[in-house]
């Protein structure tokens, strides 16, 4: 079984800021990892993901995030944000074979952008 | 192209009333299909899933059903709602072989 952390429930920023939101995972077996963007009372919109390959993976909106393996991370980055970015975004794990895309999710980081 | 219709986008409901809510998906076929829940800063849980017509998996126990009574047709269900099966109920679909799920807009369900 996978899980996911996001330790920051919350991240203030000040606009044209940078910002990282951290996100690590526990999974006895290869996965995939993603970065999904929900908007007030929406669904949620696939920012990123790490399939195989870079480690460094660019995402719609200026996203970034990177794979560090040894670390067990996937920390989403992005370094100038705007107020639009303000938003819940949550981190997701599943495993790379099988799993049926069954998705693991943390329990989201609120990043409110200020001006 | 794929489109995920979630109904309805809010409800109120009664505590003991029944609960029916529909999602569809629109240009694919045999897709996997989840319904999830997303509680205040819970983060969201994977309540069911189906491979297929008629296959339904449950990952939590709970008040609620799932079934899929066409391919491209998943319903959550209750019998009797409690106040905690109040939430953002969050219906999604995959490919097979791929990797991503795509996610309708969510109903937000207010038991009262």
């Known amino acids: 079984a996978q899980s996911v952390t996001q330790l920051d429930s919350q991240v203030p920023v000040f606009e044209e800021a940078p910002v990282e939101l951290r996100c690590n995972y526990s999974s006895s077996v290869s996965v995939y990892l993603f970065w999904y963007v929900q908007y007030p009372n929406q669904g949620l919109q696939l920012l990123l993901k790490?399939?195989?390959?870079?480690?460094l993976v660019k995402g719609i909106n200026g996203f970034e995030a990177e794979f560090n393996k040894s670390q067990t991370s996937f920390h989403l980055r992005k370094p100038s944000v705007h107020i639009s970015d303000t938003a819940e975004y949550f981190c997701?794990?599943?495993?790379?074979?099988?799993?049926?895309?069954?998705?693991?999710f943390g329990t989201g980081t609120q990043l409110k952008v200020e001006l | 192209s794929q489109t995920i219709h979630q109904w309805p986008a809010t409800l109120v409901q009664p505590v003991g009333s029944p609960l029916s809510l529909e999602c569809t998906v629109e240009g694919t076929s045999n897709p996997n299909l989840y319904w999830y829940r997303q509680a205040a800063g819970r983060g969201l849980q994977l309540l069911f899933y189906?491979?297929?017509?008629?296959?339904i998996s449950s990952e939590v126990p709970q008040n609620l059903s799932a079934s899929r009574p066409q391919d491209r047709q998943f319903i959550l269900s209750s019998k009797k709602l409690l106040l905690s099966d109040s939430g953002f109920y969050l219906c999604a679909w995959g490919r097979r072989l791929n990797t991503e799920a795509f996610f309708g807009q969510g109903t937000r369900l207010t038991v009262v």
């Open positions: 997701a794990v599943r495993e790379a074979t099988g799993g049926g895309n069954k998705l693991t």
């Open positions: 189906s491979v297929g017509i008629g296959q």
């Open positions: 790490y399939l195989s390959g870079s480690t």
